[in-house]
């Protein structure tokens, strides 16, 4: 049997609410948000291999985003879909392949440079038509 004393104990606590308090704020602060269509038809052609890819590609990289996840943004036909967030900035990428995320991220994120060959345009996206 293991016994703390109670400063040992006090110190774990505090240890472990600072460890949280830090994940919390990296989590809410991120600089970039990756949203993966995952309605049906993006679960169908593959969105969940894009979310696990683009998980581990983040990850390894050690970019400051975070990766969620949402319903279908209604573009059946080229799913599977994501959309990238800066700020208030977003672009939206589709028929994406897990083969590709690791481009994508270093193009788009790392070099700051549109990964034109699979960006999409939205209604509430400036851009125009599909590029």
């Not at 052609?45 to 590609?57: C, F, H, I, S, T």
């Not at 800066?86 to 270093?106: A, F, N, Q, R, S």
Request: aromatic share 4%.
């Amino acid at each position: 049997m293991v016994v703390m004393k109670l400063e040992e104990l006090r110190a774990l606590r505090d240890k472990a609410a600072a460890q949280f308090e830090q994940k919390t704020t990296r989590a809410t602060e991120a600089e970039w948000k990756i949203v993966v269509s995952m309605g049906t038809s993006g679960i169908l052609y593959g969105a969940r291999e894009v979310l696990k890819q683009l998980l581990k590609e983040v990850e390894a990289r050690g970019l400051n985003a975070v990766v969620t996840q949402s319903g279908s943004f209604g573009l059946d036909n080229i799913e599977p879909m994501c959309a990238i967030y800066h700020g208030k900035d977003k672009v939206v990428y589709g028929t994406l392949k897990p083969e590709m995320i690791g481009e994508l991220l270093d193009s788009h994120i790392v070099r700051g440079t549109v990964l034109a060959s699979h960006r999409v345009t939205v209604p509430d996206d400036p851009a125009g038509a599909r590029t």
